[in-house]
């Protein structure tokens, strides 16, 4: 007959680390929504489509910093009765949504960049130029603010990288500025928005297939459950096949792991198992591993 064991490996740096990063992204928020505004005004006053495109990313960044923060403070919240596991996963649900509003907003300059080039507006680069300036600023407070959090779970980091686009999208509209400039050739401002979008497209696609990954109960990357279960069995005495590994995702930084041990005859079931917890946490850094003991394989195991 078979048994379960539960271990759990619960911390508190993790608590303290989503009190600080919450605290960065709302530093974030206000510095990026705050702007965001100028660069509206600025945008249409000008007629720059890089300043009314960079705009369009903070206004996307400014939804995806203020997701993030419910999603940290969502993610706080103690497990119960109805989510047994938590409430970790808001994070990775926050960055699936940002993922998929970069990909939408990337699409919706492209085809206004499109739509400069056959029909170029007057651009007046010398306000381009003074805006765009001030949100590199902004975006480079912002930047240094999310730099210092920790960047281990993946809403923070999605976060991070929304504002590594804005701080890029800016720099690309000071060039298109200094450009017009010197030259007045205006297609230079659509062009480099054009760079911007594929930019947003690379960081969202790589957003959403991450979380995607997740949300899906996906492995960790690189993880081998041959390898696993070859290597438990010879390292744990006591124990002489394993099988029906599963390791899944609750965060990237929260791991989850169960599989079934077929033990040695006379092999001391709680010492065993005592020993597969602490042989896997240490080698795959699982928070919460189940065990099922078996003294002979479980019907369907080949």
């Not at 990063?21 to 660069?39: I, P």
């Not at 651009?123 to 001030?134: K, P, R, T």
């Not at 298109?176 to 696609?205: E, M, Q």
């Not at 792991?257 to 020993?275: C, F, K, Q, S, Y």
Request: with cysteine; proline share 3%.
């Amino acid at each position: 007959m078979s048994t379960h064991h539960h271990d759990h490996d619960h911390s508190h740096h993790h608590a303290h680390d989503a009190h600080g990063s919450a605290a960065r992204l709302k530093v974030a928020l206000a510095l990026t929504a705050g702007f965001m505004v100028v660069e509206v005004v600025g945008g249409l006053w000008s007629g720059s489509l890089a300043l009314l495109a960079d705009a369009g990313h903070m206004l996307t960044d400014a939804g995806a910093l203020a997701l993030a923060v419910w999603a940290q403070v969502q993610a706080a919240r103690p497990a119960d009765a109805r989510r047994s596991y938590g409430y970790h996963r808001a994070q990775v649900l926050a960055a699936f949504v940002n993922g998929l509003a970069l990909l939408l907003i990337a699409a919706w300059i492209t085809i206004e960049a499109a739509q400069r080039l056959l029909a170029p507006p007057q651009i007046q680069g010398g306000l381009m130029l003074g805006v765009a300036c001030a949100g590199l600023a902004v975006n480079i407070a912002a930047f240094f603010v999310l730099q210092g959090g920790h960047h281990h779970d993946l809403n923070v980091r999605a976060a991070f990288l929304h504002v590594l686009g804005d701080l890029l999208g800016s720099a690309a509209a000071i060039v298109a500025a200094g450009v017009i400039l010197l030259t007045n050739w205006t297609p230079v401002d659509p062009l480099l928005s054009v760079v911007v979008a594929l930019l947003i497209l690379r960081t969202a696609w790589r957003l959403v297939r991450e979380s995607a990954h997740v949300l899906l109960e996906g492995s960790p990357e690189g993880f081998d459950a041959a390898a696993l279960a070859s290597g438990l069995s010879a390292d744990v005495a006591g124990v002489s096949d394993v099988h029906h590994v599963h390791h899944w995702m609750l965060t990237p930084d929260r791991k989850v792991m169960t599989l079934h041990a077929v033990l040695a005859p006379g092999a001391d079931e709680d010492a065993v198992i005592r020993e597969i917890n602490v042989w896997v946490k240490q080698r795959y850094q699982v928070g919460h591993v189940t065990v099922q003991a078996e003294r002979h394989a479980c019907t369907g195991h080949s």
